[in-house]
């Protein structure tokens, strides 16, 4: 089964090239001299690949047929309006072509562009996937200039016909891959990044937010900061039920991500004003530790800060909070905080123990 699926996309690829001459022949040469060329395109591919593999590539052939019955067609009828079709058709069987390889399954798409780069490109699942989502972009284009050509064929010149079906496609390539560089750069200009450090804190590199959470391990800063009242009872904040990484767990009062170019500080004084609305008063380091889970690595630089003030929840950063005794925490379910908490808070329960 998987030799028959090689040898259908193989099929589909070389079939394809004949076509694609036509389309880019026809742009420059008359219809005639654009099917000859075209048609001994697909002919030097088939004796080739005969000559090879002694075999007959049917997608081939047929792809051969079309092209030939559309040039006789075109030389035998001269109609206007048959003239006026046939950029819409001919492109039109490019679509039909290209939308069975995008909509089809992965594997088949996956074994397409192996055979587009013959085999010479060590192609990641995560380009494949970019790679697609921009054909489709494209895919979307043709359609649009396709039934635009069939528009012309019966509302238009035929002056405005060859300026769409010649100049209007290089206009719609453009304006997509226009498109994908403004999202590209959108992309780029407002993604947050933040620091790759070693085991020491000193700083290596720097990578996306998104990359650090993708299993990379790189290790990267965050700042906690544990808030404590007079009474001795601590504030937790519940995770947001949106979030990627324990949703709608009991959490650290403060907890964040330090940004690139920013310091341990600064990263501090940000996370508490945007998760609780106050500001480090007489807050004190706790300790540093890393933190390592199945999608990511983290040095944690943990703070305490005791306080008479209430916190203010942002409820873009969590779903609610609250104070808690030392008891409820002990004595609740493990399973309602995070494990990072957890083990936190039994460092910092042992801690307080001991003044």
């Known amino acids: 089964m998987q030799k028959s699926k090689s040898s259908f996309t193989s099929q589909l690829f070389w079939g394809l090239i004949p076509l694609v001459v036509f389309i880019l022949a026809e742009n420059f040469l008359e219809t005639t001299l654009s ?3 075209s048609v001994s395109t697909g002919a030097l591919i088939f004796a080739i690949q005969y000559i ?10 047929l792809d051969i047929a079309v092209l030939t019955a559309l040039g006789v067609s075109t030389i035998i009828f001269h109609s206007e309006l048959f003239l006026k079709i046939k950029p819409g058709f001919t492109q039109l069987l490019f679509l039909i072509y290209l939308g069975y390889i995008l909509f089809g399954n992965d594997a088949l798409f996956s074994k397409f562009v192996a055979r587009f780069s013959f085999g010479k490109i060590n192609i990641t699942p995560e380009t494949l996937l970019l790679l697609k989502k921009n054909m489709k972009l494209m895919f979307y284009a043709f359609t649009v200039h396709t039934l635009l050509l069939f528009y012309a064929a019966f509302y238009l010149t035929m002056t405005q016909i060859v300026f769409i079906s010649g100049i209007g496609m290089f206009i719609a390539v453009g304006g ?3 498109v994908m560089f403004i999202v590209k750069w959108i992309q780029i200009r407002f993604k947050e990044f933040v620091p790759i450090i070693d085991k020491n804190g000193n700083i290596t590199g720097k990578a996306s937010r998104d990359s650090v959470h993708n299993g990379s391990m790189a290790l ?3 700042v906690h900061v544990h808030i404590l009242n007079e009474s001795g009872q601590i ?3 519940k995770r947001s039920l949106k979030a990627k990484i324990q949703p709608g767990k009991w959490d650290t009062s403060v907890g964040g991500h330090v940004k690139w170019n920013e310091t341990i500080e600064k990263a501090v ?3 508490m004003l945007e998760e609780t609305a106050l500001k480090p008063e007489n807050i004190q380091h706790f300790l540093n530790y890393q933190w390592d889970t199945d999608v990511e690595s983290e040095l944690v630089f943990s703070y305490v800060q005791i306080t008479n003030k209430e916190p203010k929840i942002n409820p873009k950063e969590a779903e609610q909070g609250r104070w808690w005794t030392f008891p409820q925490i002990e004595t609740a379910s493990p399973d309602e905080f ?3 908490f957890i083990h936190e808070f039994k460092l910092l329960r042992d801690a307080l123990k001991k003044e």
């Open 35 to 37: 099917v000859i060329i």
């Open 52 to 61: 090879r593999e002694k075999t007959v590539d049917k997608f081939l052939v």
């Open 176 to 178: 997509v891959i226009l």
């Open 220 to 222: 990267h800063p965050v």
């Open 235 to 237: 504030f937790l904040q």
């Open 269 to 271: 004084e940000r996370e």
């Open 338 to 340: 995070t494990p990072n």
